[in-house]
Structure formats: C-alpha cells, structure tokens
C-alpha cells in the first residue's frame, strides 16, 4: 500500500500527500488524480467542500493548538481524517434534506 500522509496546517486546512480516493456524499468518485496534494477545508466555510478554497484567512478561523486527548477516547481507533470526512458527508446530508 503507497503511503498516504495527513497534516493540519496551522489555521488551515489538512493536506493530504499520495494517493487517496475521495467521494462525495452521493457516493459519486471526485477525480484527485491530477493532484498530488489535495487541501481538505477545515473550518467549515470553503465553497468547494471538502476541498479548502482558502476562506479560512478570510474569516479568522482559528484551529485548536494541539489534538485534544479526549477525542482518541471518544472515537476509539478511528482515524481522525475519517471522523473529519464523516462529519463533513453528515453535515452536507443534512443541508440537502432543508
């Protein structure tokens, strides 16, 4: 398996290095073949979700300092970048159903 890395810019997005397949909440494959580094929103604001349109400096977002040691209790083994992409998919479902 090709290695994949995921690292959280301060105040901005998770960059994610190598191969990944991501879908859209429809279960539809959204073409990432041409890119070698993909930007996933992290502050809930970008206009292209999942991916980061640089919004986050428009609007101050602020991310946590470090990772908060509750959340490996609460999630168990998941990895975070699933919970993120999770909630993003959860988040796009209920705004289509208003």
């Known amino acids: 398996m090709a290695d994949v890395t995921i ?5 901005g997005p998770y960059l994610i290095e190598g191969p990944v397949e991501i879908y859209d909440t ?5 073409p990432t073949d041409d890119r070698p580094k993909i930007a996933l929103c992290r502050c809930g604001a970008s ?4 991916f980061c349109d640089g919004t986050h400096s428009k609007i101050g977002f602020q991310a946590a300092e ?3 040691p ?3 209790i609460r ?6 970048a699933q919970v993120y992409l999770r909630c993003i998919s ?3 479902a209920r705004r289509a159903s208003v």
């Open 7 to 11: 690292r959280p810019k301060p105040n």
């Open 90 to 92: 959860n988040r796009a």
């Open 70 to 72: 509750d959340s490996r």
């Open 66 to 68: 470090s990772i908060n």
């Open 26 to 30: 429809a279960g539809n494959k959204i």
């Open 75 to 80: 999630y168990g083994s998941i990895h975070a």
């Open 47 to 50: 206009s292209n979700k999942p």
